[in-house]
């Protein structure tokens, strides 16, 4: 995978090797971004038309200046985020979705920002069969000094 502007390289780890990188950061995505069309499919899907998510003059003069990304999409983004930022063993049978914990929207995105996702290891727990990985997600915002949003993602590993 070819690596742009500012990500890191990606580590590329096992299971075994987990409890190593607790507090490392994984690596950085690539950035992305928000676009219209993808926000008004995402309302769609949500049934969550809330005027501040769609491109009208209402919108555009209001406290945003503009539409802005659900949080939810911006959350639901971290498993494309995941992949690129080598979240996910080599040698695990499957990656679940477990839950989510610590989930914080800090700052709004506007339709037509780039994001991207830094990726911490946290904690690693083994159980029978299975490793508990928890993955600290932190999206930023280009040009912007806050965060979009930070949330850790628990994800079971099968051996």
């Known amino acids: 995978?070819?690596?742009?502007?500012?990500?890191?390289?990606?580590?590329?780890?096992?299971?075994?090797?987990?409890?190593?990188l607790v507090g490392s950061e994984?690596?950085?995505?690539?950035?992305?971004?928000?676009?219209?069309?993808?926000?008004?499919?995402?309302?769609?899907?949500?049934?969550?038309?809330?005027?501040?998510?769609?491109?009208s003059a209402e919108t555009r003069a209001g406290p945003f200046e503009g539409a802005i990304a659900?949080?939810?999409?911006?959350?639901?983004?971290?498993?494309?985020?995941?992949?690129?930022?080598?979240v996910f063993p080599r040698d695990a049978g499957a990656c679940l979705l477990y839950g989510y914990e610590k989930v914080r929207f800090k700052a709004p995105v506007k339709v037509g920002k780039r994001v991207r996702c830094r990726s911490t290891l946290v904690r690693v727990e083994e159980l029978p069969g299975r490793v508990v990985l928890t993955v600290r997600f932190k999206v930023e915002v280009e040009d912007q000094k806050m965060s979009a949003f930070s949330a850790d993602c628990l994800l079971v590993c099968l051996k």
């Open 26 to 55: 994984l690596g950085v995505s690539d950035w992305y971004q928000i676009q219209q069309p993808q926000v008004d499919a995402f309302a769609d899907i949500t049934d969550d038309h809330q005027w501040i998510h769609t491109d």
């Open 70 to 86: 659900h949080g939810l999409l911006l959350l639901s983004l971290t498993t494309k985020f995941a992949r690129e930022t080598g």
């Open 1 to 20: 995978m070819s690596m742009s502007e500012g990500s890191s390289p990606r580590r590329s780890f096992t299971l075994a090797e987990a409890h190593q």
